[in-house]
């Protein structure tokens, strides 16, 4: 079982930027491939960022890909997001995820087992 706690959101103008934090609880935290997906109101979630259990491996949605970054410390048990260049059309509740399966990185919401509480991003223009 892992319990995941996101932190960092806020309010930002358009170009700024902003690091979310995921804090993990439990022993296989490091096991766990990891994403970090968003949902806008009337919007299905969908995928940001994923990184594998090692951190070697990251895969990117690509209206985000040279903006955000995903990283992993595995001795702090938290995931990151730093996000760059932030665009209006970011703004949205933004979700991590622990996926069981650590060979995988998914895109989908179906291959995480748990997940996060959620913390808003709302990027002004």
């Known amino acids: 079982q892992v319990q995941l706690v996101e932190s960092g959101g806020g309010l930002v103008q358009a170009g700024g930027s902003l690091r979310l934090s995921c804090a993990a609880s439990?022993?296989?935290?490091?096991?766990?491939?990891m994403g970090w997906f968003r949902q806008a109101p009337g919007v299905e979630r969908e995928f940001v960022a994923g990184?594998?259990?090692?951190?070697?491996?990251?895969y990117y949605t690509d209206s985000v890909k040279g903006r955000f970054t995903i990283s992993r410390d595995n001795v702090k048990k938290t995931l990151y997001l730093q996000m760059n260049s932030l665009k209006p059309q970011d703004t949205a509740v933004y979700y991590c995820?622990?996926?069981?399966?650590?060979?995988?990185?998914?895109?989908?919401?179906?291959?995480?087992?748990?997940w996060g509480q959620g913390t808003q991003v709302t990027v002004s223009s």
């Open positions: 995820a622990a996926d069981r399966t650590p060979q995988r990185v998914g895109i989908r919401t179906y291959e995480y087992d748990y």
């Open positions: 990184i594998s259990w090692s951190g070697t491996s990251t």
């Open positions: 439990g022993r296989t935290f490091s096991i766990y491939a």
